[in-house]
Structure formats: C-alpha cells, structure tokens
C-alpha cells in the first residue's frame, strides 16, 4: 500500500492597506494610516521609479506580507502640475504635436503643445502618458 504524506502549508499572510503618503524623511518616504495614524516606511531602494509620481498627500495601496510592506500601488491616474514646459508655437495646437513638460514631482511628460506652466494634468502612472488637462 502506498504511504500518503500530507504537508500542511500555512496560507500566506498578505493583505493590502490604503495608507496616505505624507513626506520624505531623509531616504525614507513615510505613509501614514489616516484611521490610527501609524506610520509606514519605505527606503528609496523600495520606492524606485515610483518616486516619479509619488506626491505628498496622495492615497497608495500598501502590500503587506508578515507584516513587512513588500510593494505599494500608486493611483492609476495623478493629477500634476506642469513647473516648467517650452511656449508652444503660436496657431500650433491643430497638429497633435507634443513638447516635454517637468511636473511638480520632477517628472517629465510629454505634454500637447497647447499645455503651459502652471497648468493641472492627468497623468497614467503606469505608462507615464499625459491623459488630459485636470
């Protein structure tokens, strides 16, 4: 007869919390739970690219493993504000052209030529593609 070995796997213990990002603290960005008012830290390391589009204030998506973040999620859509961008040529809006344009976050965006400094974009987080004007 053959012998049956049974395996007892624990579940996986990961969950996923909102948690605002309020500032960065040297390297560490710090996330706060806005219901206890815990903080979260993350290294720059474990930020990355993210940092591109991260801004004070903004709710993220925690994912937690044991109780250590393992990832966080940005919200799909940011809104931006262009700090700095090249004047359009005058009459040039009709020809779907596009000029890069710095965002407060330090990102740069491809941007319609009509879109001028102080202006509030949409931005896709996950393909960092200009969407509209906010």
């Given amino acids: 007869m053959p012998m049956r070995l049974f395996l007892q796997i624990e579940e ?3 969950f996923k919390e909102s948690k605002q990002f309020t500032y960065k603290d040297g390297s560490q960005f710090v996330f706060m739970d806005l219901n206890t008012f815990e903080e979260s830290r993350l290294n720059e390391a474990d930020v990355g690219d993210k940092t591109k589009w991260l801004k004070e204030g903004m709710d993220c998506n925690l994912l937690f493993w044991n109780g250590k973040i393992i990832d966080f999620e940005l919200p799909i859509i940011v809104q931006l504000t262009v700090v700095d961008v090249d004047p359009g040529l005058k009459g040039d809006t009709a020809t779907g052209g596009s000029k890069p344009a710095t965002v407060d976050t330090g990102a740069v965006v491809n941007v319609p030529l009509f879109v001028n400094i102080g ?4 931005v896709d987080t996950r393909t960092g593609q200009y ?3 906010a």
């Fill in 119 to 122: 202006d509030e974009i949409l």
């Fill in 12 to 14: 996986a213990n990961v």
């Fill in 131 to 133: 969407m509209s004007r």
